[in-house]
Every structure is written in C-alpha cells, then in structure tokens.
C-alpha cells in the first residue's frame, strides 16, 4: 500500500511559479513510476509529467515541455512538480499517482494509488 498527499496548489497568474509535492507513505517509494496528472472541469483526467522507476528518465505532454519539470526525492519519499510560466489553460486539479510498472503510463488505469489531489488556479 502506498498513500499520497499532494500539496502545493494555489491561485496564481499567468507568468506565476507553483511547485506541487506528493509526499509517499512507505519505503518502497523509488520502486514506483510516479505520475502527475491534471482534470480540468468538464474534461478528462490528462497526463501532465512521468518519472521512471528509481527515476532517471522524465516525460512530459506536449503542452507543458520547457515549463513543467519533475522530480523525486527518494530519500524524503517526495515527488515535485515545479510549474514555470503557469498560463489560465493550466487551471486543473493536479493529482499524483503511483505505478508498479518501470515507466510511468499516460493513462490513468496504468496507476495504483491516487491523492486526493490540489487545486491549481491561474487567472489571466
């Protein structure tokens, strides 16, 4: 069983910086592939960013290349999303989540465990 507790959500605009957490129950931490994913209202739960297993290999969606970046910090048990450049289309729920695969997945179903996710706000 892994829990997750994401933090770091806030309103902010546009140009703005955010950095999200996702603090990890347990000491298997590095043997998952973590996830951040996003649900905007009225639309589908998106994939934002992936770490691999053990990290060392990141992947993004298009959208959020060059601004988003994740990271695990293995010895806290702590995934980050620092979230550069914030623009209004960025608005969502951020959720984290938590893979037993190596790669981490762009679909939801690829993943175990969720948070309960943080509200991020970006006003234009």
């Known amino acids: 069983q892994v829990q997750l507790v994401e933090s770091g959500g806030g309103l902010v605009q546009a140009g703005d910086s955010l950095r999200l957490s996702c603090a990890a129950s347990g000491r298997t931490f590095s043997r998952y592939a973590m996830g951040w994913f996003r649900q905007a209202p009225g639309k589908e739960r998106e994939f934002v960013a992936g770490d691999r297993r053990y990290g060392g290999n990141t992947y993004y969606t298009d959208s959020v290349k060059g601004r988003f970046t994740i990271a695990r910090d293995n010895a806290k048990n702590t995934v980050y999303l620092q979230m550069n450049n914030l623009k209004p289309e960025d608005t969502a729920v951020y959720y984290c989540?938590?893979?037993?695969?190596?790669?981490?997945?762009?679909?939801?179903?690829?993943?175990?465990?969720w948070g309960q996710g943080t509200q991020v706000t970006v006003s234009s």
């Open positions: 989540a938590a893979s037993s695969e190596i790669v981490p997945g762009r679909r939801s179903s690829e993943y175990t465990y």
